[in-house]
């Protein structure tokens, strides 16, 4: 009677002793540190983590994430404080670090930088931006509103397609040009004086002719610099210049083009984010056949990445 006492005595001792094991085994205190890249204004987050069940982010901007490894994009450059903080069955356990994002440059919004080997897309936007328009005389100020732009304009005028077409600029230089419809708008007296096959015509000074894009363009991006255009007075045979100043410039290498086919190739980008740009292009127009290749209306358009 004795000896079955000891070893029920001993049983009940072993298996709360294993209950005590189980019990510390499951209620280890967790442990986490975490990793990033920075990638332009993308940082890639990796969770190191033992005995953690939950994981809560907050990346510094106010918004957060529940996700082990999440990828985060910042709409701003600065230097974040980022926490991970996470809990399981032992308690909870936290890190803190600080993630830079500098701030992109002009030519990596335009790219996408040198982490976007695909290049960059930008296609016109439907949604036009306050004060786009055409402009008439053209002057440095764009001050002679001659048409304001309007919300999907392009339709109106019966090239609503062109708004399905991209414009790739890559960090190399290199430069795209995807068309969905085996055209591109062009200048009236472009396409006239140099002989085009023509897609369509409207009665607004832009045609749609076709266009084979240049596998092998490039295109040059030019910051803080000055262009002076000869520009003519529209049904006259009048010429003066504009200087433009401290003005970002686009041109690609011929024969192709940014947006609209005309005499002249340099475009003036007034606005650039990361989502959106604001372009002005030249159109030619003048009667008077001695001056029809210099500029007489400014367009100010607005794109979109895509």
């Given at each position: 009677?004795?000896?079955?006492?000891?070893?029920?005595?001993?049983?009940?001792?072993?298996?709360?002793?294993?209950?005590?094991?189980?019990?510390?085994?499951?209620?280890?205190?967790?442990?986490?540190?975490?990793?990033?890249?920075?990638?332009?204004?993308?940082?890639?987050?990796?969770?190191?983590?033992?005995?953690?069940?939950?994981?809560?982010?907050?990346?510094?901007?106010?918004?957060?994430?529940?996700?082990?490894?999440?990828?985060?994009?910042?709409?701003?450059?600065?230097?974040?404080?980022?926490?991970?903080?996470?809990?399981?069955?032992?308690?909870?356990?936290?890190?803190?670090?600080?993630?830079?994002?500098?701030?992109?440059?002009?030519?990596?919004?335009?790219?996408?930088?040198?982490?976007?080997?695909?290049?960059?897309?930008?296609?016109?936007?439907?949604?036009?931006?306050?004060?786009?328009?055409?402009?008439?005389?053209?002057?440095?100020?764009?001050?002679?509103?001659?048409?304001?732009?309007?919300?999907?304009?392009?339709?109106?005028?019966?090239?609503?397609?062109?708004?399905?077409?991209?414009?790739?600029?890559?960090?190399?230089?290199?430069?795209?040009?995807?068309?969905?419809?085996?055209?591109?708008?062009?200048?009236?007296?472009?396409?006239?004086?140099?002989?085009?096959?023509?897609?369509?015509?409207?009665?607004?000074?832009?045609?749609?002719?076709?266009?084979?894009?240049?596998?092998?363009?490039?295109?040059?991006?030019?910051?803080?610099?000055?262009?002076?255009?000869?520009?003519?007075?529209?049904?006259?045979?009048?010429?003066?210049?504009?200087?433009?100043?401290?003005?970002?410039?686009?041109?690609?290498?011929e024969p192709e083009f940014f947006v609209l086919r005309d005499y002249t190739r340099s475009v003036i980008v007034k606005e650039l984010s990361k989502d959106k740009m604001r372009v002005i292009l030249f159109l030619s127009s003048s009667d008077v056949e001695e001056i029809s290749q210099y500029p007489t209306h400014a367009f100010l358009m607005?794109?979109?990445?895509?």
């Amino acid at each position: 009677m004795k000896r079955r006492s000891i070893h029920i005595i001993f049983a009940v001792a072993t298996g709360i002793f294993f209950l005590i094991i189980q019990s510390c085994e499951k209620n280890e205190a967790p442990l986490v540190d975490f990793y990033f890249e920075v990638k332009s204004d993308t940082a890639i987050f990796n969770s190191k983590a033992i005995h953690a069940d939950t994981y809560q982010w907050g990346f510094g901007d106010g918004q957060t994430s529940t996700e082990p490894n999440p990828i985060h994009i910042y709409e701003k450059a600065g230097d974040y404080t980022v926490t991970l903080v996470v809990t399981g069955k032992g308690g909870v356990d936290s890190q803190t670090k600080i993630v830079p994002i500098a701030p992109s440059s002009p030519y990596d919004l335009l790219t996408g930088g040198p982490d976007e080997p695909d290049g960059k897309s930008w296609g016109i936007s439907r949604t036009i931006t306050s004060g786009d328009a055409i402009f008439s005389p053209i002057t440095a100020d764009l001050g002679n509103v001659y048409l304001p732009f309007y919300n999907n304009v392009l339709e109106d005028i019966g090239l609503g397609e062109e708004y399905d077409d991209e414009f790739i600029f890559y960090y190399n230089g290199s430069y795209g040009h995807r068309v969905v419809n085996g055209g591109g708008m062009t200048g009236y007296w472009y396409a006239t004086h140099n002989n085009l096959d023509v897609i369509k015509t409207t009665p607004y000074g832009i045609w749609l002719t076709k266009f084979t894009p240049d596998e092998h363009a490039t295109f040059t991006f030019a910051e803080d610099t000055t262009i002076t255009l000869r520009c003519a007075m529209e049904k006259t045979d009048s010429v003066y210049d504009v200087t433009f100043s401290d003005v970002t410039v686009i041109q690609t290498s011929e024969p192709e083009f940014f947006v609209l086919r005309d005499y002249t190739r340099s475009v003036i980008v007034k606005e650039l984010s990361k989502d959106k740009m604001r372009v002005i292009l030249f159109l030619s127009s003048s009667d008077v056949e001695e001056i029809s290749q210099y500029p007489t209306h400014a367009f100010l358009m607005t794109l979109e990445a895509r």
